[in-house]
T-cell receptor, first 119, second 111 residues
Framework: GAVVSQHPSWVICKSGTSVKIECRSL??????MFWYRQFPKQSLMLMAT?????????EQGVEKDKFLINHASLTLSTLTVTSAHPEDSSFYIC???????????????FGPGTRLTVT | GQNIDQPTEMTATEGAIVQINCTYQ??????LFWYQQHAGEAPTFLSY????GLEEKGRFSSFLSRSKGYSYLLLKELQMKDSASYLC????????????FGTGTQLKVEL
């Protein structure tokens, strides 16, 4: 399966600053990556779909101007949390997909996650 | 809309068998995933069901009934390391490759 890395694994920042999180597909060319957010003891909530070479597609309720996504290459997508606030503290996880939805080889591989704490 | 339900918590004994249920109501259906997630870590893939029936992989099996909107994950010969959150996720038709996750079931394995 695909190997996905994220950097940093954890970050602490002050309120009002911006934080960039990288998601890399190490052995797989990913035209599509997903960004999720997970609050403690809750499930994963999809934030946006990152498309290589085009604009990201955001889920309802996710502010695109606050969560900037750049998918500049087939192996790298970045999520920038702008003007971070304590309520943005969460576990951010990216994923890549292989195969086609509904097909036998379809699978979604997750990165190790980035723990963001905003003070 | 999408609605996926799982029990919040379950407790089982080491060496036993446990079944974690998942019911879903989605706009179409392209497949259902089960993931395991340990605290502070990313989810890891367990199984993927597209057609009705049982898929077996070692100690883990997953069952799907599309007509009932129902799936279960069966864990046999439970080990302490199986204590984790188990997430049911559905790929709805027309949703591209997106997954909609259930709230997860926190399984605690005791001696």
């Amino acid at each position: 399966g695909a190997v996905v890395s994220q950097h940093p694994s954890w970050v602490i920042c002050k309120s009002g600053t911006s934080v960039k999180i990288e998601c890399r597909s190490l052995d797989f060319q990913a035209t599509t990556m997903f960004w999720y957010r997970q609050f403690p003891k809750q499930s994963l909530m999809l934030m946006a779909t990152s498309n290589e070479g085009s604009k990201a597609t955001y889920e309802q309720g996710v502010e695109k101007d606050k969560f900037l996504i750049n998918h500049a290459s087939l192996t790298l997508s970045t999520l920038t949390v702008t003007s971070a606030h304590p309520e943005d503290s969460s576990f951010y996880i990216c994923s890549v997909i292989s195969g086609l939805a509904g097909g036998p080889g379809y699978e979604q591989y997750f990165g190790p996650g980035t723990r963001l704490t905003v003070t | 809309g999408q609605n996926i339900d799982q029990p919040t918590e379950m407790t089982a004994t080491e060496g036993a068998i446990v079944q974690i249920n998942c019911t879903y109501q989605t706009s179409g259906f392209n497949g259902l995933f089960w993931y395991q997630q340990h605290a502070g870590e990313a989810p890891t893939f367990l199984s993927y069901n597209v057609l009705d029936g049982l898929e077996e992989k070692g100690r883990f099996s997953s069952f799907l009934s599309r007509s009932k909107g129902y799936s279960y994950l069966l864990l046999k010969e439970l080990q302490m390391k199986d204590s984790a959150s188990y997430l049911c996720a559905v790929n709805p038709a027309g949703g591209g490759n997106k997954l909609t996750f259930g709230t997860g079931t926190q399984l605690k394995v005791e001696l």
